[in-house]
């Protein structure tokens, strides 16, 4: 089945760096991909959907330069926190959804995560 | 706008027994999806089952079946013969459109089922 690999699964990184995560599709090819920010024990909030060949587009509130998005081939967005705060501490899951071939129950695929500490 | 309610924060369920997860939505689209998703204390998310607005059935996976009711607006989510690997997070999310991408996702619930 389609699979969605997400890389690193935990980062710890202090005040000031930036940190990179890596989100791809390793069987399928997806032309966009979306980033979610969960905090703990709540929701997964969509922060921004990235697309191959263009901008990337930020849901309300999302600070663009805060969180660069780039989707620079069919299989790999990544997403650049920069400049991280410890408020910035949270878990970031990436996803994308295979090629319905016209099928509307295709499910969006999540990889595992990120689990980032900003001390 | 969409919106998503999952109105029971955390549930408790005996091993072998049948639960019941709400999840009621809002929308003004004639045109959308539904979906549950599992995820476990790692984290990952699991796609368990899928509504389409349009679907005259229930939808079912297993052990896994939705209860669509598209005039009340609800998907709750009923899984039977709960066992201990059930105990995770549940999320209802939905999809705009047939062809949309984007998952507005609920509250979540959590399940802890007993042995």
């Known amino acids: 089945g389609a699979v969605v690999s997400q890389h690193p699964s935990r980062v710890i990184c202090k005040s000031g760096t930036s940190v990179k995560i890596e989100c791809r599709s390793l069987d399928f090819q997806a032309t966009t991909m979306f980033w979610y920010r969960q905090f703990p024990k709540q929701s997964l909030m969509l922060m921004a959907t990235?697309?191959?060949?263009?901008?990337?587009?930020?849901e309300q509130g999302v600070e663009k330069d805060k969180f660069l998005i780039n989707h620079a081939s069919l299989t790999l967005s990544t997403l650049t926190v920069t400049s991280a705060h410890p408020e910035d501490s949270s878990f970031y899951i990436c996803?994308?959804?295979?090629?319905?071939?016209?099928?509307?129950?295709?499910?969006?695929?999540f990889g595992n995560g990120t689990r980032l500490t900003v001390t | 706008a969409q919106k998503i309610t999952q109105t029971q924060p955390g549930m408790f369920v005996q091993e072998k027994e049948a639960v019941t997860l709400d999840c009621t939505y809002d929308t003004s689209d004639q045109s959308y999806g539904l979906f549950w998703y599992k995820q476990p204390s790692s984290g990952e998310m699991i796609f368990l089952i899928y509504?389409?607005?349009?679907?005259?059935q229930n939808a079912t996976e297993g052990r896994y079946s939705l209860n669509f009711q598209k005039a009340r607006k609800s998907a709750n989510l009923v899984i039977s013969a709960s066992q201990l690997g059930d105990s995770a997070m549940y999320f209802c999310a939905m999809r705009m459109g047939a062809a949309g991408n984007k998952l507005t996702f609920g509250g979540g619930t959590r399940v802890l089922v007993k042995p």
């Open positions: 990235s697309n191959e060949g263009s901008k990337a587009t930020y």
């Open positions: 996803s994308a959804r295979p090629p319905t071939g016209g099928r509307n129950n295709s499910p969006l695929h």
């Open positions: 509504q389409g607005s349009y679907d005259e």
